[in-house]
């Protein structure tokens, strides 16, 4: 008989899965591997991302994994930016490309380039030479791919080019603490190697199992933005373990993956925006209630800080600073019990003397009335 999973066992197995059960020892370079990527559009949320998740993190060791080609930002899964070990950008991406060819070929972009649709190879080539020159924001590409397509858009023909060739973010951008413009170049010519030649569609599907499940077809397609995986599940069918969630929905792992009992503590932790967390599956409610939701998510395609009090979401937190002091205030959505609200103290301090070590702390809970 199949073992069916509830909510909670689910929880835990992606709470360890994810590190926050335990913190790490390794290697940030092992972490972000193990994680997946972070979801980077801005550049801090990874950084806290690993805080929470690393005992001992540095964020300026980290920072210089960047420099040194180790870590990359590129926009991969969910045609968003994320950080990557270069291994995975060159092994993700071209998985990948059917989302960037969805963005270019559905509107605006469609009707903005009908004039020149039969031109898209060679604007596309065009900018993979401007860009693999030097690294050059969306902005200053449209411009010069304008020149030679004078009356185009220049912002599509840039996307045109920018998404259909593989591409990543290089630094000063995502730097710790550093301003830089969001540029891009080719992955070839930051890494030194073009992606590889053919998708692993297998490999790519076993590497979310590792991270996120328990999961569905669904939850695999809501995490990376591409469709039609489950055939990709019923192939791999012979090497997964299956269970059944309280609905009865079929989910796949890894056998060997932790699953640790449901009765296992979770501690509090400080979970950063956009972390993919809450962004990896179809059925979020594993790690955050309906009800709870639309305070986290909102309308504008902000997601909140979060912080989890018995492994789900149980309210929002805000790093602020100036140049002497920085400050967490913690927002509970119901009452936290004394326990709680001490770990949740705590875990705010820790944070503080990781990001702020010179700065004066201060940490703010404000209980609801």
């Given amino acids: 008989m199949v073992e069916a999973l509830s909510p909670r066992a689910l929880n835990r197995a992606l709470l360890a899965r994810q590190l926050l059960l335990e913190r790490a020892a390794h290697d940030p370079v092992d972490v ?42 590129a926009t991969t899964l969910r045609n968003t930016i994320h950080l990557h070990t270069a291994e995975d950008v060159l092994a993700w991406q071209p998985v990948l490309r059917p989302l960037a060819e969805r963005f270019i070929g559905g509107q605006p972009n469609r009707r903005r380039l009908e004039a ?26 449209g411009a010069l791919l304008a020149e030679r397509w004078p009356g185009i858009e220049p912002t599509a023909l840039a996307h045109a080019a920018r998404f259909l060739t593989p591409t990543v973010q ?27 030649a053919e998708p692993d569609l297998d490999a790519f599907v076993l590497r979310y199992l590792a991270a996120f499940g328990p999961a569905t077809a669904m939850d695999v397609q809501t995490w990376c933005g591409l469709t039609r995986l489950g055939p ?25 993956a932790p699953r640790p009992p449901a009765a296992t503590e979770a501690p509090v932790r400080l979970v950063p925006e956009w972390d993919n967390l809450l962004l990896s599956h179809a059925d979020r409610t594993r790690v955050i209630s309906d009800e709870h939701r639309a305070r986290i998510f909102t309308d504008n395609g902000i997601i909140h800080p979060t912080v989890l009090v018995d492994g789900v979401v149980a309210g929002r937190w805000r790093l602020e600073r100036t140049a002497r002091a920085a400050s967490i205030t913690l927002h509970p959505f119901t009452a ?7 770990q949740a103290t705590a875990e705010a301090e820790r944070l503080l ?11 703010e809970l404000h209980q609801p009335s």
């Fill in 232 to 256: 990709v599940l019923a192939h791999l069918r012979p090497q997964l373990a299956t269970f059944t969630d309280e609905r009865g929905r079929e989910l796949f792992d890894l056998p060997e």
């Fill in 32 to 73: 972000v591997r193990r994680l997946g990527g972070l979801q980077s559009q801005a550049p801090a949320p990874p950084y806290l991302g690993l805080a929470a998740r690393i005992d001992g993190f540095d964020p300026e060791a980290t920072s210089s994994l960047l420099a040194d080609r180790a870590l990359v930002r």
């Fill in 353 to 363: 003397a990781t990001t702020d070590p010179a700065a004066t702390h201060r940490v």
């Fill in 116 to 141: 020149v649709a039969d031109q898209l190879p060679e604007i596309v080539a065009a900018g993979a030479s401007l860009l693999a020159e030097a690294p050059r924001t969306v902005q200053a590409l």
């Fill in 336 to 342: 936290w019990n004394d326990a709680a609200a001490r």
């Fill in 170 to 196: 290089p630094p000063p951008r995502g730097l710790w603490r550093t301003a830089g413009p969001a540029a891009f170049t080719t992955t070839e010519a930051w890494l030194g190697r073009a992606p590889t």
